[in-house]
């Protein structure tokens, strides 16, 4: 059985830094069991920088891929959770786990293997994870039905979330800049579908003053993103100035595509939206869309990865039916509503109890 409350050791989660949008989710986490957040940086995979450690409202130590073994093993913590990232860090973290012989949660992340010279050398240890974590939460059911593919057992839902109470708000001025407006949000590279969504926007045919396409966010398409007609690339914006573009647009979309180093985990822009209830298109290599949140013709469209054809398609239709887009809002701001913070909390709790429950204390495995 698990240790009484006031003497539980605290929960260490590793990973590798604090994005804006995950502030809310680890915080929910920390108001209910005493955590440790140690994050070891690395390459960003957000369009926002990470929040500044002294401005975060629960404890984090920075530390090495390496030093984070070092701490799962030193016996201060009663339970570990471990993501996906980095090189090392999971597989330290996973030995160190097991050499204090305490129970290991994976936080998964991926529905896709990356096909990259470290993603194929490091992928049988991960799989060897997979098969042996005490339990395994993850981003949601495309990613639940993968790692159980491989072996996961004890898997658990923590759904992406972002602070809806923000997105929702009613303080939000609309930035409208066209009678039809489409926003992108995100960094303007391949693998977020920028040509693709380029070559769509072409086939779209529309009228700049008729029509726009905001993209927000920079990267290297942005000069081939500010040529072509009816498009306007407005940089990276503010999470308010973000929520205003949002407030003055039609649709999202999110046109990204796997690539041989990644697929879309989920993509928080899309919880975002409906939080303000827009209509969203997404490629069906857009997490959000595996994961169910925007469901084909219920809460979104949903169109074939790196097809230009059919995503002008989609925002044609999108376009000429005011009626549908209302509709597939609608059916985002109610769907959105069960992914909040407290639901991930609850979701990555309920991993570490049932690894709890299926190690013991003393590391004892029970069968």
Known sequence: MSAPDDVRRPLLLVTNMVPPARVGAFAALAARERVCFALYGGRAHHAAAPVDQDELPFDVVSTSQAGVGRLAASGRFGGVVCGTGGRIALPATYAGARRAGVPFALWATLWAQPRSAAGIAGYPALRWVYAHADAVATYGPHVSAYVRARGARQVFEAPQAVDNEF??????????????????????????????LLEAWRRLGAQPDTARLVLAGDGPARAAAAAVPGTECVGQLT????????AGADLLVVPSIPTATFREPWGLVVNEACCRGLAVVASDAVGAAAGGLVEDGVSGLVVPAGNAAALAAALRRLRDDAALRARLAEAARLAVAHYTHAAWAEGILRAVRAAEERRGRGGVVRK
């Open 167 to 196: 997105w929702s708000g009613d303080d939000a001025r609309a930035d409208r800049r066209a009678p039809f407006q489409v926003v992108f949000a995100g960094r303007l590279e391949r693998e977020k579908g920028i040509e693709v």
């Open 239 to 246: 999470a308010p100035a973000l929520r205003d573009l949002y």
